[in-house]
């Protein structure tokens, strides 16, 4: 059974970090590239960062760009995302999806809210 679990979510102050996780049971998941999503209040889901099925290459929506870090460890099944200097506009919930070719699988999502 594919499952993807995202965790590390939670309230923080404008200027915070958090790490989110998604641990992947159930697939091949070295085979996989990663992606994680967002969508926030109102919002239509978006992508925020998406990397290979090794990690090499990587790529990060505009607004993420040198404050969010997508990273991976095919030893733990796991895929990361490390956010810096959190915006209020960053409030949403994160999904962590697998892609590899028609197979497409989503975790459930983990809630981050960034308020004073």
Request: charged letters at 15%.
């Amino acid at each position: 059974q594919v499952r993807l679990v995202e965790s590390g979510g939670g309230l923080v102050k404008p200027g915070g970090s958090l790490r989110l996780s998604c641990a992947a049971s159930g697939f091949a998941f070295s085979s996989y590239a990663m992606s994680w999503y967002r969508q926030g209040p109102g919002k239509e889901r978006e992508l925020v960062a998406n990397t290979t099925n090794i990690g090499v290459g990587t790529n990060y929506a505009d607004s993420v760009k040198g404050r969010f870090t997508i990273s991976r460890d095919n030893a733990k099944n796991t895929l990361y995302l490390q956010m810096n200097s959190l915006k209020p506009e960053d409030t949403a919930v994160y999904y962590c999806n697998a892609r590899y070719s028609i197979q497409d699988h989503w975790g459930q999502g983990t809630q981050v809210t960034v308020s004073s």
